[in-house]
């Protein structure tokens, strides 16, 4: 079964793939998203010519082979195109098999626990945040939740004064003692007041601290990660896998967060995953909007023997990220602080026509 022609319809913010084997069997992935207009180009270009013609249910080999052709670009569109691929294939191998990607990783489509998680900083403040965490704890059953501190890339500053120093204790209070909190950095902090603030943290029984330092700092990271007692968290940036082996060799977190679109697609998560499990390292990926990337995660998460407690399910709506607005025809649903993960052969979930018909098209095939 052979790969005869490779799709993508895109927008600046989301883009999905499509793949067509010579035997007229299709399969739906996505790159990753934002500058996903930028990323189908580099899809056709650097992704398609190699994966043309090829086994489409030889999928490790191509997402091994495709980097090496293109070992001269060891970058990030690289792998957010390629996830393109990776992710059409799964789907196109469930239907084939009629299993869902989750059974054909060798897990079981079932409940699985999400936090919800707040994408907002400077939009609100630490009062609205709490009262909203408050309100969606009742209203979906969440039972764990994950708010941001400090300054995107802050260089020690925060949002605005005190805003850390507010917006905890009040998450705390709201939510009470039974809830578990995990908090996002984003590359904030020096050693020195990521540790100041992570003891802060410790008092009001945060128990996840993600991104605490700049990403690619990582011998500042392993220093917060060593004298912190709360698990220290990062990784969803990377996507070179010997980065990753480096990081997990050296503990340079304590979870590990890879993102399915980020890293190039299910094959390598896995990859991830498996280098985590041999060092005894939990996986809680990170999936922070409503594309199909919290679905390729639930699928994953439903299979991994050291997966975390939880999947990130992000809690901002269509007036926050207005680009999901129409992608699918129905959605994952929250239920007392669980998303099913779908049962149907492949990724069980089905992309607007409506959507597709507005996006920007683009074609690679065999030539006859």
Same mark, same amino acid.
């Given at each position: 079964?052979?790969?005869?022609?490779?799709?993508?319809?895109?927008?600046?913010?989301?883009?999905?793939?499509?793949?067509?084997?010579?035997?007229?069997?299709?399969?739906?992935?996505?790159?990753?998203?934002?500058?996903?207009?930028?990323?189908?180009?580099?899809? &056709?270009?650097?992704?398609?010519?190699?994966?043309?013609?090829?086994?489409?249910?030889?999928?490790? $080999?191509?997402?091994?082979?495709?980097?090496?052709?293109?070992?001269?670009?060891?970058?990030?569109?690289?792998?957010?195109?390629?996830?393109?691929?990776?992710?059409?294939?799964?789907?196109?191998?469930?239907?084939?098999?009629?299993?869902?990607?989750?059974?054909?990783?060798?897990?079981?489509?079932?409940?699985?626990?999400?936090?919800?998680?707040?994408?907002?900083?400077?939009?609100?403040?630490?009062?609205?945040?709490?009262?909203?965490?408050?309100?969606?704890?009742?209203?979906?059953?969440?039972?764990?939740?994950?708010?941001?501190?400090?300054?995107?890339?802050?260089?020690?500053?925060?949002?605005?004064?005190?805003?850390?120093?507010?917006?905890?204790?009040?998450?705390?209070?709201?939510?009470?003692?039974?809830?578990?909190?995990?908090?996002?950095?984003?590359?904030?902090?020096?050693?020195?007041?990521?540790?100041?603030?992570?003891?802060?943290?410790?008092?009001?029984?945060?128990? &996840?601290?993600?991104?605490?330092?700049?990403?690619?700092? $990582? &011998?500042?990271?392993?220093?917060?990660?060593?004298?912190?007692?709360?698990?220290?968290?990062?990784?969803?940036?990377?996507?070179?896998?010997?980065?990753?082996?480096?990081?997990?060799?050296?503990?340079?977190?304590?979870?590990?967060?890879?993102?399915?679109?980020?890293? %190039?697609?299910?094959?390598?998560?896995?990859?991830?995953?498996?280098?985590?499990?041999?060092?005894?390292?939990?996986?809680?990926? &990170?999936?922070?909007?409503?594309?199909?990337?919290?679905?390729?995660?639930?699928?994953?998460? %439903?299979?991994?023997?050291?997966?975390?407690?939880?999947?990130?399910?992000?809690?901002? %709506?269509?007036?926050?990220?207005?680009?999901?607005?129409?992608?699918?025809?129905?959605?994952?649903?929250?239920?007392?602080?669980?998303?099913?993960?779908?049962?149907?052969?492949?990724?069980?979930?089905?992309?607007?026509?409506?959507?597709?018909?507005?996006?920007?098209?683009?074609?690679?095939?065999?030539?006859?």
């Amino acid at each position: 079964m052979k790969i005869s022609r490779l799709e993508t319809f895109s927008n600046k913010h989301v883009g999905f793939v499509r793949v067509t084997t010579d035997t007229g069997l299709q399969g739906w992935g996505q790159t990753s998203t934002y500058n996903a207009d930028i990323t189908a180009q580099v899809f &056709h270009r650097q992704i398609a010519p190699w994966a043309l013609g090829q086994d489409a249910l030889d999928i490790e $080999h191509l997402v091994n082979i495709i980097p090496e052709r293109e070992h001269k670009f060891p970058c990030s569109y690289l792998y957010r195109a390629l996830t393109g691929l990776d992710t059409a294939l799964w789907d196109l191998r469930g239907k084939l098999e009629n299993k869902s990607v989750c059974e054909l990783l060798g897990g079981t489509p079932r409940a699985f626990p999400v936090y919800a998680s707040s994408m907002k900083r400077g939009e609100i403040t630490p009062k609205d945040e709490a009262a909203r965490l408050a309100r969606l704890r009742d209203e979906f059953g969440f039972s764990a939740f994950k708010f941001r501190v400090g300054k995107e890339c802050g260089h020690d500053q925060d949002e605005w004064p005190g805003r850390t120093t507010e917006i905890v204790p009040a998450v705390r209070k709201a939510l009470g003692s039974d809830v578990r909190l995990l908090v996002d950095g984003n590359s904030a902090y020096s050693p020195r007041k990521a540790i100041e603030v992570g003891r802060m943290l410790e008092d009001y029984g945060v128990i &996840h601290f993600e991104e605490p330092c700049p990403y690619w700092e $990582h &011998h500042w990271t392993r220093e917060v990660a060593q004298t912190l007692k709360l698990d220290v968290t990062g990784g969803e940036q990377d996507c070179d896998l010997t980065l990753w082996r480096y990081m997990i060799d050296n503990r340079i977190v304590d979870i590990v967060q890879p993102d399915v679109c980020y890293i %190039g697609g299910v094959t390598r998560m896995l990859k991830v995953a498996r280098m985590a499990e041999e060092a005894g390292i939990k996986v809680t990926p &990170h999936s922070a909007n409503h594309s199909m990337v919290t679905l390729f995660t639930l699928h994953i998460m %439903g299979a991994l023997k050291n997966a975390g407690a939880y999947v990130e399910y992000s809690i901002e %709506g269509e007036d926050y990220y207005p680009w999901e607005r129409g992608l699918f025809r129905s959605y994952l649903d929250v239920k007392d602080g669980m998303v099913q993960i779908p049962s149907e052969p492949g990724w069980g979930l089905e992309v607007n026509p409506d959507w597709l018909a507005k996006s920007s098209y683009a074609v690679s095939e065999v030539n006859v």
